[in-house]
C-alpha cells in the first residue's frame, strides 16, 4: 500500500518556510550587565548575516537572570549555516560565559496574526510553512568528530564497551535509541529523544559510564578538550554538533527485520547544503514508491559533512541504489557532481559507514 505524504512522519529544513529561533538562558549572578554589553557589540554583526530578518533581546521582569533572545531567519539552511559556522562559535564565547545554562528552539512559522506582521517588510523569499507536518515525538540529533589517523581500532573498541546510561532522564524526557559508526577516522553518534534533547545530552554526558568513555578517548582526538573546562568542553560538543536537516518514515510499527545502516557523504566545498537537500529529495520520491524497502531516513548536515541514516527492511543489497539514495545513472552523477570524491568511487560500498553499537532502550525504562 502506498504512503501519502501527509501520513508519513516527516521534518524538513528544506521546505523554503521561514525558522523562529528562540535561545533561553540562563546567567550566572552578577554577569546582566555584561552579557546585555557582548550582545550590543554582537548585534549589528549578526544583522548582516545572509537570511537574518530580525533579532530581539529580552530580559525576564520576574528574574533578571533569565534572558531570551529571538531571531527570525529567511528560511533554516541560512540560519544553519551561520549556527555551524567557525565565525558563529568565536562571536558567541562572550555571551556563552556569561550563561549557567542555554536552551535553543527552532520554529518554522506556519502562520502569523497582527497588524505588525501585515505591515512588515520581509524579503520576497520569506514564506510561511504550508501545512502542519507530523511527527512522532523524536528528536534525532548527532555528533561527529575525528581521532587520530591509526587509532580507529582502538577508539571503536572503547566506543563498543560501555554500560549504556539510564534511559529516563526526567518525567517528562527519555532517550531512546543511540547509534554509533565509523567510517575511516570520523566517528559519527546519532541519538533519538522523547521529549527535551538538551536535558537528555545533559543527562547523559553526566553519567559516569559515559564519563569514562569520553576521558578514555580524549587522547585519541584530533581536536583537543578539556572536559573539566566547561568552556573547553560546550566548544568542543559545538563544533561536534551535526544537526538533522531532514526526516521521513513511514508510519508503521518497527519490525525484527529492519536493520540500521549510515552513510558518509562527503560534499565539496560549500556543496553541504545542496548535496544533503539533494539527498533529502530522492528519500521523498523514494517514500512514494510501494515497496521500497527504505522504512525511514535522517540526514544530517554541517557544512560539507553530510551523514544519511536509515532503517531498511530486509536485506541491505536488496535495491543498492535505493538504499544509497540515488535511483539510475544521471541521478548519480548529478551526486558525484556534488561529492569531494566521484567517478567510480561514488558506490555504496566507498561510503558505507561502519557499525560501532546500536543501543535501544529498553521499553518501559
Known sequence: MTTTQSERVSQSAFD??????????DLHEGTQQQFFEAYEKLRNDIASVPGHISDQLCQSFENP?????????????????WVNSEHHAEQVKPLG??????????????RETGRGYDQAARPATARLQPAPR???????????FTVKPGSEEQVAAILSDY?????RVDDHTRLCRTSLFMHGNRVVRTVEVQGDLMAALRHVSEQPEVRAVEE????YLEQDRNLNDPESARMFFMRAALPAVHHIAAPEPESADVHRHAFFYPAKPGCGTVLAKFLARQDEAAAGRPGSPVRSSSIFQRDDIVVRLIDVRGPFEAEPETTFGVRGPRKAAVLGRL????GERVRAAHHTMKLITDRRAPAQS
Not at 16 to 25: C, E, I, N, P, T
Not at 216 to 219: D, L, S
Not at 339 to 342: G, L, S, T, V
Request: aromatic letters at 6%.
Open 65 to 81: 537572570s533569565q534572558w531570551l533572545i529571538t531571531s527570525e531567519w529567511e528560511s533554516a539552511p541560512q540560519y544553519l549555516a
Open 16 to 25: 523554503g518556510s521561514m525558522l523562529r529561533v528562540v535561545l533561553l538562558m
Open 339 to 342: 561529492m569531494a570524491e566521484h
Open 134 to 144: 507530523l511527527g512522532a515525538g523524536i528528536v534525532r540529533h548527532a555528533l561527529t
Open 216 to 219: 578514555a578517548i580524549n587522547p
Open 97 to 110: 560565559a556569561c550563561a549557567r545554562a542555554m536552551r535553543p528552539l527552532k520554529f518554522t512559522v506556519l
Open 163 to 167: 554500560a549504556s546510561p539510564a534511559a
